[in-house]
């Protein structure tokens, strides 16, 4: 397990992020694993999860970011965003996930983002445009609390 003080988006009025130093409170960490299809001796498919030590193009990756609030205070407004990994398909349908196609200029749920096309028209964004992905800590993250957040993806 991989632990790590990541960069924290303050939430901006307009739905637009600024980055800023995550608070020495928030404590991240980082696993990935690849999710194994196999079907049982009654013809049912099973899936487990095996750590990532090498992952390669086709492998279905899950990658999980627990955090937890070792502060005395409670923070408010805060966002955990990750770049997402190269040339990897990110599979963006949670409720609760906005995604970046710029790099985290700008952020929005995966369904509502159109990119304009080389011929003056827009067409819907697909996941190999997402750049990063950020979620929303509960307000307020209370000091001990911890949570999870997760997403899957297919490396190309």
């Known amino acids: 397990m991989k632990k790590a003080l990541l960069a924290l988006a303050a939430l ?4 637009m992020a600024r980055a800023e130093t995550a608070p020495a409170a ?11 299809v196999t079907t ?13 030590a090498r992952p390669a193009p086709g492998d279905r990756v899950v990658m999980v970011l ?13 966002a955990v ?4 990994l190269r040339g990897a ?6 409720p609760d996930l906005e995604i970046s196609v710029d790099g985290g200029a700008h952020w929005d749920r995966f369904d509502h983002i159109w990119l304009p096309t ?12 997402v750049t990063h992905i950020r979620w929303l800590l509960p307000d307020p993250a209370h000091p001990g609390q911890t949570g999870r957040f997760s997403y899957r993806t297919t490396l190309r």
């Open 81 to 84: 965003s990750r770049a997402t």
């Open 66 to 78: 627990n955090w937890r609030n070792e502060g005395m205070h409670p923070i408010r407004s805060f």
């Open 12 to 15: 901006g009025a307009a739905g």
């Open 26 to 36: 928030i404590r991240l960490d980082t696993q990935m694993f690849v999710e194994k």
């Open 118 to 129: 080389p011929l003056g028209g827009v067409r819907r964004a697909v996941a190999e445009d």
């Open 89 to 94: 398909a990110p599979d963006l349908n949670a």
């Open 40 to 52: 049982d001796i009654n013809g049912r498919a099973r899936r487990t999860l095996a750590i990532a």
